[in-house]
């Protein structure tokens, strides 16, 4: 699986919108690109996952650049919530491997 | 609630002794994984299982370590003489590999202490 870089952390103000982006430049073709969160403490949460498409729901949105090198990670109007580490993770459908999880971006929402 | 689920929550242990914990998948899932994660650091993958049968072990899982899933229900993951260093969180996760993708969902994890 192709290996991501986010960056280490950034701040959102409360009510507004969180980018967050992820490299991923050695992605294969069959590749996706998955989301995940971890509020502290807990276990990793599931937010979104995409191929090439953007994609949307409830939690986020999903943009993918159309070379498909990276991403960004939306959530349109952070809470204090939404305080956590999000993980970009790349893996191909089918594989029966794990989820190669890097060090994250904490996301920190403020008042 | 039909998401994963892990008992215990947290155990406290004195080293030497040994473990055991259990995981619950969502019902449908015929596949389970064991990951941990000490602090600081990402989830990292330890074993996994199709239905009964464990296809893959990471160089992580010592000979302390033995995971069953004896019905390809629910799977318990037994750590023997603990030492300190196996203290970490460990999680489970279940999918479905009958969907493309599969999505793995976790569970709240077991916080394992061992003193």
């Known amino acids: 699986d192709a290996k991501t870089t986010q960056p280490t952390s950034m701040d959102c103000a409360e009510g507004r919108a969180a980018n967050l982006p992820c490299n991923h430049s050695?992605?294969?073709?069959?590749?996706?690109v998955y989301w995940y969160r971890q509020i502290h403490s807990q276990g990793p949460q599931y937010i979104i996952h995409?191929?090439?498409n953007n994609e949307t729901n409830e939690m986020a949105s999903l943009i993918i650049t159309e070379d498909r090198k990276s991403s960004t990670l939306i959530l349109p109007h952070a809470t204090l919530r939404d305080t956590a580490v999000y993980y970009c993770?790349?893996?191909?459908?089918?594989?029966?491997?794990?989820?190669?999880f890097g060090t994250g971006t904490r996301l920190q929402v403020t008042l | 609630d039909t998401g994963v689920s892990q008992n215990p929550r947290h155990k406290i242990t004195k080293r030497g002794q040994n473990v055991t914990f259990r995981c619950d998948p969502i019902?449908?899932?015929?596949?389970l994984y064991w990951y941990r994660q000490t602090l600081g650091q990402g989830p990292e993958f330890l074993t996994y299982?199709?239905?009964?049968?464990?296809?893959?072990k990471s160089r992580l899982l010592s000979d302390r370590f033995s995971a069953e899933r004896p019905k390809g229900s629910f799977s318990t993951l037994e750590i023997q003489r603990t030492e300190q260093g196996d203290s970490a969180m460990y999680l489970c996760?279940?999918?479905?590999?009958?969907?493309?993708?599969?999505?793995?969902?976790f569970g709240p994890g077991t916080r394992l202490t061992v003193l």
């Open positions: 996760a279940s999918s479905n590999e009958g969907r493309r993708p599969a999505t793995q969902y």
């Open positions: 050695t992605i294969s073709g069959n590749e996706y």
């Open positions: 995409g191929l090439k």
């Open positions: 993770i790349v893996r191909a459908p089918g594989t029966a491997s794990k989820l190669t």
């Open positions: 019902s449908e899932h015929n596949r």
């Open positions: 299982f199709q239905n009964e049968a464990q296809l893959e």
